[in-house]
Nanobody, 115 residues
Framework: QVQLVESGGGLVQPGGSLRLSCAAS????????VNWYRQAPGKEREWVAS???????NSADSVKGRFTVSRDNAENTVHLQMNSLKPEDTAVYYC?????????WGQGTQVTVSS
């Protein structure tokens, strides 16, 4: 059974850091691109960052220079390092994989940036 599980969310003060993880089970991550999305209350889900199977990364302008995505193929995990967090980064963060035309989402992890 294919499953994605996010972890690492929490409450952090503005300017702080968090590291999110997306662990895959039921398939091998390394061949697939992985995307991070987020959804704030009352807003549509938006793309945050991605990493290809070959390790190429990209990120939205709103997080560029602050968020970094990486993958640990040995652990079948993708990470999202978030630095210099702002209140507007508050959202539920999801990882997403398209595997053979099928979309897989994790359950999400809450990130709250507040003083």
């Amino acid at each position: 059974q294919v499953q994605l599980v996010e972890s690492g969310g929490g409450l952090v003060q503005p300017g702080g850091s968090l590291r999110l993880s997306c662990a895959a089970s039921g398939f091998t991550f390394r061949s697939f691109g992985v995307n991070w999305y987020r959804q704030a209350p009352g807003k549509e889900r938006e793309w945050v960052a991605s990493i290809s199977g070959g390790g190429f990364t990209n990120s939205a302008d709103s997080v560029k220079g602050r968020f970094t995505v990486s993958r640990d193929n040995a652990e079948n995990t993708v990470h999202l390092q978030m630095n210099s967090l702002k209140p507007e980064d508050t959202a539920v963060y999801y990882c997403y994989v398209n595997r053979g035309g099928l979309a897989y989402w994790g359950q999400g992890t809450q990130v709250t940036v507040s003083s």
